[in-house]
């Protein structure tokens, strides 16, 4: 997994609350186990039109916000069913964070297992981030992960809360499997010790 310490970039405004996992990635595209192709499907029902070309009115396809990698959105993101093919989906799209008041929890914690970064604000706050974010190409945001910070295009700053551990797996790009490896040589240990002792095991 890719660390997360510092990330600056276009934050692309989605002021829609309740979206759930269903529009971050429609169910057609769930056939498929692979992390990798999945941002094609990303938000599929609103940036195609039927007839499959690009719906110019939707906000990741207007020139300003289709390399955004900061995603400004309403309150309760990522609610719905717990299709991990989500974050799959925002990530191979080149979304690496995504602020809020909330998330469903599911996929919160998908999110970092991911290597994606989750913010929660005020609605004081992501009123803010959402009038920066309505910029167009001047729409930057800078996340400092080590600082728990959000700098604007004006130099304003917002500070955020994380939890200590998940904030270490990100700065460290530590996913489920990196965090085991961690723990090789105790394992590693422990199995020739296993062996040792008891043999028949």
Known sequence: MDKFVKLTGVAAPLPVVNIDTDMII??????????TGLGKGLFAEARY????????????????YQNAS????????????????????????GIRCVIS???????Y????KNGILPIVVSQEDLDKLMDDASRG????????????????PDG?????EIDAFRRHCLLNGLDDIGLTLE???AIDSFEKQTASSRPWA
Not at 77 to 93: I, M, Q, T, Y
Not at 137 to 152: H, R, S, Y
Request: with cysteine.
């Open 183 to 185: 723990k090789a040589t």
């Open 156 to 160: 304003g700053r917002i500070g955020f």
């Open 26 to 35: 429609p169910k057609d595209y769930l056939k498929t186990i692979k992390r």
């Open 70 to 93: 900061i995603l400004v959105a309403g309150d309760n993101f990522g609610c719905g069913s717990s299709r991990e093919h989500a974050p799959w989906a925002l990530l191979d799209f």
């Open 137 to 152: 190409a001047n729409a930057i945001l800078t996340v400092d992960l080590e600082a728990q910070e959000i700098t604007g």
């Open 49 to 64: 039109n039927e007839d499959g070309s690009l719906n110019e009115t939707f906000v990741l396809n207007k020139p300003a």
């Open 101 to 107: 008041t909330s998330f469903a929890d599911i996929f």
């Open 109 to 112: 914690n998908n999110c970092f």
